[in-house]
């Protein structure tokens, strides 16, 4: 199985702050990796599809980039809604994988 | 608009079985490949069923390969997960989720929380 590493695992941010998330897999997986953000108690929700693509009606403060084996998801400027964790997940090979989760707390 | 709709959680002791439902709506659900992916509590999230659109294909990981079963029923909208053989490791909320055209999994219901003990 194809192995997603994210990093960090958390972190701590303030308002307003440009937060970059990495995700590396354990092979190439072209750009078939997608990002999700949940909320405690809540059902993930997708953000970015295609590495870079955003998914309809996701905020242009999200953005994805990377190929191959180095992914990256940034936030442009946080904002209060945006506290969350966030996974990354590769759909180039089954079984589809994701990352562990990095939380975004408030510093 | 897309709704996914999950039911059929609860406690169940191990070793017994428990079917989950996924009610569709807002979309031809008979255009899509759909999954369900679960969450143990305070863990992250792991993919446990494929479906493909025309129903022809279906994949699963090893940790529920011939114990997990996935299946629908377009007359009625609905999505099942038939579980078998349930281990307290199986303890978790379970997500369908819609592959999208080209999106990967663009809409995910609310969960359904199965709890695998004695």
Not at chain 2, 7 to 15: A, E, I, M
Request: charged share 15%; hydrophobic share 30%; net charge positive.
């Amino acid at each position: 199985d194809i192995q997603m590493t994210q990093s960090p695992s958390a972190l701590a941010a303030s308002v307003g702050d440009r937060v970059t998330i990495t995700c590396r897999a354990s092979q190439g997986i072209s750009n078939y990796v997608a990002w999700f953000q949940q909320k405690p108690g809540k059902a993930p929700k997708s953000l970015i599809y295609a590495a870079s693509s955003l998914q309809s009606g996701v905020p242009s403060k999200f953005s994805g980039s990377g190929s191959g084996t180095d992914f990256t998801l940034t936030i442009s400027s946080l904002q209060p809604e945006d506290f969350a964790t966030y996974y990354c997940q590769q759909y180039n090979t089954y079984p589809p994988t994701f990352g562990q989760g990095t939380k975004v707390e408030i510093k | 608009q897309v709704q996914l709709v999950e039911s059929g959680g609860g406690v169940v002791q191990p070793g017994r079985s428990q079917r989950l439902s996924c009610a569709a709506s807002g979309f031809t659900f008979s255009n899509y490949a759909m999954h369900w992916v679960r969450q143990a509590p305070g863990k992250g999230l792991e993919w446990v069923a494929f479906m493909s659109s025309d129903g022809g294909l279906k994949s699963y990981p090893d940790s529920v390969k011939g114990r997990f079963t996935i299946f629908r029923d377009i007359s009625k909208n609905a999505l099942y997960l038939q579980m078998n053989s349930l281990r307290p490791e199986d303890t978790a909320v379970y997500y369908c989720t819609r592959e999208g055209a080209s999106s990967w999994l663009d809409y995910w219901g609310q969960g359904t929380l199965v709890t695998v003990s004695s």
